[in-house]
């Protein structure tokens, strides 16, 4: 990604329940168990993009 800058929101976006699972979405545990699984992914991305970023600096600098 040299030479581009990459932006994400910090605006909370649904994530789209697969069409298989849709029927538990009336359950509340269920649907705070998909929210907090939507969570984990996107802080690890967020970690992963870090680390580039750290790899792409790094790079550049050596």
């Not at 994400?8 to 699984?37: D, K, M, N, T, Y």
């Not at 969570?39 to 580039?52: F, G, S, Y």
Request: proline share 6%; glycine share 4%; hydrophobic share 45%.
């Amino acid at each position: 990604m040299e030479g581009q800058s990459v932006s994400f929101s910090s605006a909370r976006v649904p994530a789209p329940v697969p069409g298989s699972l849709r029927h538990l979405v009336q359950v509340p545990e269920l649907v705070s168990a998909w929210e907090a699984q939507v969570a984990a992914r996107r802080a690890e991305a967020v970690k992963i993009r870090h680390l580039v970023d750290y790899l792409d600096r790094r790079s550049v600098e050596c």
